[in-house]
């Protein structure tokens, strides 16, 4: 079994020659064998190799469709609910990076001539997403010595992938936009690294792929977007306020800035009137 350190010294000799592998070396394989490296604490060894050349062997279409399933099952069975009972935890490490790794596969099943995820995988995918949003506590950014968890930012990932599926219902893409903005109006943390600008990218995503009604979205918005909730003591107001108000003015800049119809903006100026009177 390779140490921590001599998959490190031969990941960066990948690095160094443009990321190819050495001819005796199978993509399949050595990619399962990459995955278990995705909760090391070590951010080179985690972020900047291990997900770094899964991901490019993923894009260059190097993973044959059955290491791709493999992949996904893996990132749902032992990557987005691994210790995730822990409030601020390092399982958060597996768990934020196997969401990195499901939206990379979730963006190759998306190619036409790829398209490898069977339609109950799928659904089960989506389910376990959503309670992942629910279930997931541990909602910070970068972590000193350890580097990225960014949990928020990178569920934003996933659920921009999704969007583009032809798979996702009009029921699971409702779910989605629920979870996307119960997520971006917590209280008991507050958003820094730009959480609120992947999230609406996501949001926009569904719009993008015509996959929400606008009546849907409005009536969404209005449901989770209630306001100033003043049963919180106040520094957990405060902190659910900016949260939910610097994401809906994120989603109205997105909305005018990818050029979608303005009417999209309207409900969500309307909300936003309810944590700034000002706008």
Known sequence: MKTMEKWKEELQ????????LPK??????YALELYDLLGELDSELRDDLALSLITRLTEGEKLSKDTCRELLARSQRDGIFARIEEAE???????????LMIAVLVEDHVKSHRAWMRKDRFIELVENLVRYAEEEHDLRGYVVKYGWAHSTAHLADVFTELAACKELSGSQTKQIFHAILKRMAVQDYVYIHGEDERMAK??????KHQKIEFLDWEEILVEEMTGID???PGYLRVQKQENAKIFLRSL???IQRVGLDQKWTFPVISVLRNYDVKY
């Open 13 to 20: 000799a990948v690095r160094e020659d443009d990321w190819r």
């Open 230 to 232: 003043d049963s919180l």
């Open 252 to 254: 109205v800049a997105r």
């Open 89 to 99: 935890g390092n399982g958060i490490f597996k768990r934020s990076f196997a969401l």
């Open 202 to 207: 996501a949001a926009c995503a569904l719009i």
């Open 24 to 29: 005796e070396v199978k993509a399949d394989a």
